[in-house]
């Protein structure tokens, strides 16, 4: 036997790449490889690959928080300017994505709005496992975002009158409408239906939440169900589709409205393009499921930048809630 052979840990220079020999327990020093079984898998051979075109030079770096580059235009801006802008481009007009807080300051009256179930949390009902556990993803969520759950919902006065507003926040777990978004916007929509009041719902989705199955699907027929409550009880709903309302929360509550608005740019459908193409083998038209293309093909009715939504929005319900006249006495 080559004593060399027998050494634990071997540095061996081949080309540029670089191979380190890690010995795993139970093989002893000074015995015969022989005498420990398997022989064969007693080493691990870890191969670090050179970095290619790795640059001597130190990169220059941009400090973070500063700047935020368009992914439209590519123009660089401020982000205080952008903030200030309610996140929208100045040069193109590219409507970043914006939270649900952000959103109810851009929209409602200062000190106005009531947050309801503010503490309300999903459970992990079917005990969902895979490469992360739902418990896991909704801590790590809540801890991220401070949200508890993928949407915000409350009372407050957009221009002079009160509103349901129901919020959805991209932001986490993608906006997914699992149990609490449901029962988050039942509550608003019949809170709003006892009081009088008109709901507004501005949506941002991927969908209904895989993790909890069933019962996200079921969050479908619920909200529906409310809405078709407050509509019979002669109330107003606007619905508010912004960047991306997809799937589940596209086939529910978002299209129900007696107003659907649209953010320019904004991603709306059902299905992913490339699931459409790929059912129906034929190429999809330009600009399809974007709001432009759905305005032009009459399944929402405009198209509002979010700079002017905040008045748009009190004009339509200064419209819609308006009294009707008393006939003049005969
Ligand atoms: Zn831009």
């Known amino acids: 036997m080559n004593p060399a052979a027998r050494t634990t840990t071997r540095y061996i220079p081949a080309m540029s790449t670089t191979i380190f020999i890690k010995k795993l327990p139970g093989v002893v020093d000074g015995t015969e490889p022989a005498l420990n079984s398997p022989p064969t898998g007693s080493e691990t051979a870890f191969i670090k690959k050179p970095k290619l075109g790795a640059s001597k030079k130190k990169k220059r770096e941009m400090p973070e928080g500063l700047w935020t580059k368009c992914p439209k235009c590519e123009t660089l801006m401020f982000d205080k300017e952008l903030d200030e802008n309610l996140k929208v481009c100045a040069k193109c007009q590219y409507h970043f994505p914006i939270g649900s807080r952000e959103r109810i300051h851009s929209l409602v009256e200062t000190c106005t709005f ?3 179930d503010a503490q309300m949390t999903s459970v992990d009902i079917l005990g969902f496992t895979g490469v992360a556990t739902y418990r896991s993803k909704l801590d790590a969520y809540q801890k991220a975002t401070t949200l508890t ?4 919902t409350g009372i407050g006065k957009i221009g002079k009158q009160r509103v349901g507003l129901g919020v959805m926040d991209f932001n986490f777990l993608g906006g997914s409408m699992g149990s609490v978004v449901g029962e988050k916007l039942n509550h608003i929509i019949e809170r709003a239906t006892e009081k009088n009041l008109p709901v507004i719902i501005i949506s941002t989705s991927g969908g209904a939440r895989m993790y909890e199955g069933m019962f996200s699907l079921m969050q479908m027929a619920k909200t529906a169900a409310a809405l ?5 009880a002669r109330l107003p709903y606007l619905s508010i589709l912004t960047h ?3 799937a589940g929360v596209m086939a529910s509550y978002s299209t129900l409205g007696d107003l659907i608005l649209a953010e320019p740019g904004a991603m709306i459908g059902f299905a992913g393009p490339r699931v459409i193409k790929d059912t129906t083998q034929s190429e999809l038209p330009p600009g399809f499921q974007t709001a432009e293309f759905l305005l032009d093909h009459g399944l929402i009715d405009a198209i509002v930048p979010r700079k002017e939504l905040k008045d748009r ?6 419209f819609l809630t308006a009294k009707k006249p008393r006939a003049a006495a005969a």
């Open 244 to 246: 991306p309302t997809m």
């Open 313 to 318: 929005l009190a004009y339509y319900l200064q």
């Open 114 to 116: 009531e947050e309801m």
């Open 149 to 152: 759950d993928a949407v915000v």
């Open 228 to 232: 078709a409550y407050h509509a019979r």
